[in-house]
């Protein structure tokens, strides 16, 4: 794939790995997103916050991830799908990891709001697009599974994260996220 060239792919075949693919980026990254909650209460005791106000980091994650859209469409345009999604793996790594050492609302912002919201924004659009590249005929229902994912990973990454907090505390829980 050349910077910014649209290339269409055979119908099917290698596309139903870029499906998968693209169903597990979307899994991870809305099953992580909207399993905040689960958090909630461990984050009052350690954190000391109000529940409006950690509430807020959830909230604001999935604005990130929303409002970074219009960057995120340029850097595809010009690197195409694949790195921005890898680099957004990365970032959102690397913010719950500084999320999970946070000691206050402002670490806990940066960290679980603003970079992993980044990563996630880096990963969600990509993985979405580059799914019509490989369908004409069966495009909708590509892309139809790939977005599914996000009810499929809200639903199984909420009971793990509820685990792995029973488990690890919240800290230890949102390293293994």
């Keep these: 794939d050349k910077r910014g060239d649209r290339q269409e792919h ?42 409006g106000v950690l509430s807020m980091a959830g909230s604001m994650q999935v604005g990130v991830y929303g409002f970074s859209s219009p960057l995120v469409a340029k850097i595809v345009n010009k690197y195409g799908e694949r790195r921005p999604c890898m680099v957004g793996a990365v970032i959102s790594a690397a913010g719950l990891l500084v999320a999970s050492f946070a000691t206050g609302i402002w670490t806990l912002l940066l960290g679980y709001s603003v970079i992993t919201g980044l990563g996630f924004g880096l990963m969600y659009l990509p993985s979405v697009v580059i799914v019509s590249k490989h369908f004409l005929v069966r495009r909708s229902l590509a892309t139809g599974i790939v977005l599914c994912a996000a009810g499929v990973g809200t639903f199984v990454v909420a009971p793990l994260a509820q685990f792995m907090l029973e488990q690890w505390g919240w800290r230890g829980s949102m390293q293994g996220l």
């Design 10 to 51: 055979e119908e099917g075949g290698w596309g139903w790995v870029v499906v998968l693919a693209s169903f597990l980026c979307v899994f991870v990254l809305d099953g992580i997103g909207y399993s905040f909650g689960v958090f909630l209460e461990p984050l009052l005791v350690d954190i000391g916050e109000g529940r």
